[in-house]
């Protein structure tokens, strides 16, 4: 048993072992054309993250250069960078960040004003009234060095908890609720120019927290308070794409306010392997279809263009291969599926099992999806591996988040959503052993388009990817 998984125009790569045959076929690969150039033609701006030494690496300058239309530094421009002691204002390292995206004529997204990490001690321990004025002061000159070479800032940044209340930041104990508004409000006077974000990561879905971030973007429009996007982090997990993410940026969006995704990441256990890049691909191509599908999303950032440039394995052990290019510089199926998804090419993803698994399996299901932006077919064989012919035949399957069955062949299929039993009809109820049958349907996607994890027939394991 091998797995393959086989980029155009590149070398196929076998590993022992594994089970499943997966086939990713990416027709815009071939043309390379460089995601700033892809998403621009969407009316989108691809972003990457930089640090000052990221410059220095000349391979990696070539390719944040090539791919990268806007760049944010990692962390030249957050406070303990640029204010370490009480009025002593520091913008060398952000300056090269600047000047190395002015190189590249990339613009620059700035990055963070007002966090309660990567904040100075000095800061933290000072009196309320104190405390504001240093924000109002720290506000006013860094936007003040930057104005016109920044376009757009996360004002505040990661201001909420899980369940969608403040976080009991030094901020907000200090300071109260107010202190997101004043800072908008000092930020529109110190550069009208720039685009004033609020930023925060767990908030890529629907849940408290983005709630939380919802219900304050909606007063903050409501009372005048001048804000005009909201960053979504999205440092995912694969296979964890959140199935509502177009949803909520659409939710923002409706409030008034510009959408970026601004930090995507899609992290794994290391090491990774065929299956688990494959997915990768997958939640890369959904997390863009979901923002070309929000007129108001105006671009995705990567945090980091390639896996040895990622901050992942240094804060998340165990993990990592996160970004669309690995540790040689080399695109990874992840990075196909983006070229994909901006270029507006569907991505046809052919899985074929030929695993054996334990038990009682007496069934086979190879299930061949194609998928578009908004829709997929999924045409499903079942193979009757046993010995005794099968008569009367259900086969249960999950499908997975934001799929919904809008017609099918061969079967009855109920429900739509969620946890489906595919039935047979009257002229394929009977399987004689080694007889397959072919059944099929069409659904809408919200971004996930992958196949179901399991089948089981007649409440048996089949053999499945
Ligand atoms: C990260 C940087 O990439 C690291 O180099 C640094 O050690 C910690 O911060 N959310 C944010 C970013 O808003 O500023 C963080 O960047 C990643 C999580």
């Not at 909201?230 to 440092?235: C, D, I, W």
């Not at 804060?315 to 070229?339: C, H, I, R, S, W």
């Amino acid at each position: 048993m091998i797995t393959t998984t086989k980029r155009l125009g590149a070398v196929a790569v076998a590993l022992a072992s594994v089970t499943a045959l997966t086939v990713i076929l990416s027709p815009a690969a071939s043309a390379a054309a460089p995601l700033r150039d892809l998403a621009a033609a969407k009316g989108r701006y691809f972003g990457n993250s930089m640090t000052a030494g990221d410059f220095n690496d000349s391979a990696y300058r070539a390719l944040n250069a090539r791919e990268a239309g806007v760049v944010t530094p990692g962390n030249e421009m957050k406070w303990d960078a640029t204010q370490p002691s009480r009025g002593n204002f520091t913008f060398t390292r952000g300056d090269q960040v600047v000047a190395g995206a002015v190189a590249a004529n990339q613009k620059v997204r700035g990055h963070t004003l007002v966090w309660h990490s990567q904040t100075p001690p000095w800061v933290q321990n000072l009196s309320a009234t104190d405390m504001r004025s240093a924000m109002v002061n720290h506000i006013n000159t860094v936007m003040g060095h930057y104005k016109g070479k920044v376009f757009a800032w996360d004002v505040v940044n990661e201001a909420f908890a899980e369940d969608g209340t403040r976080r009991q930041s030094f901020w907000q104990q200090k300071l109260g609720d107010g202190y997101i508004a004043d800072a908008f409000r000092i930020a529109r006077a110190a550069d009208p120019t720039a685009k004033l974000y609020y930023n925060d990561y767990n908030t890529d879905g629907i849940g408290a927290k983005s709630d939380g971030v919802y219900n304050m973007v909606k007063a903050f429009k409501e009372q005048g308070v001048p804000i005009d996007g909201v960053g979504l982090q999205a440092h995912l997990i694969v296979g964890q794409v959140p199935s509502t993410m177009r949803q909520n940026m659409q939710r923002l969006a409706d409030l008034g306010v510009d959408v970026a995704i601004t930090e995507l990441d899609i992290r794994m256990r290391t090491p990774a392997d065929s299956a688990k890049l494959a997915q990768q691909a997958r939640d890369y191509t959904a997390v863009v279809n979901a923002c070309l599908a929000v007129a108001r999303c105006v671009g995705i950032t990567t945090w980091g263009l390639s896996d040895n440039h990622s901050w992942i394995p240094g804060v998340f052990p165990g993990e990592g291969a996160a970004l669309p290019f690995d540790g040689n510089l080399q695109p990874k199926p992840a990075y196909d599926a983006m070229v994909s998804a901006f270029g507006n090419v569907p991505t046809t993803t052919t899985t074929t099992t030929t695993t054996s698994v334990p038990g009682d399996a007496n069934c086979r299901v190879t299930d061949t999806i194609n998928a578009w932006n908004t829709g997929l077919t999924s045409s499903i064989t079942v193979t009757n591996t046993g010995t005794a012919p099968i008569d009367g035949w259900s086969l249960a399957f999950t499908l997975p988040g934001g799929q919904t069955i809008t017609s099918g062949w061969n079967a009855t299929y109920s429900p739509t959503s969620g946890q489906v039993a595919a039935r047979n009809v009257s002229y394929n109820a009977t399987l004689a052993p080694n007889a397959s049958v072919t059944i099929g349907f069409q659904a809408n996607h919200t971004g996930n388009t992958a196949a179901p994890p399991s089948f089981t027939l007649n409440g048996s394991a089949c053999t499945t990817a």
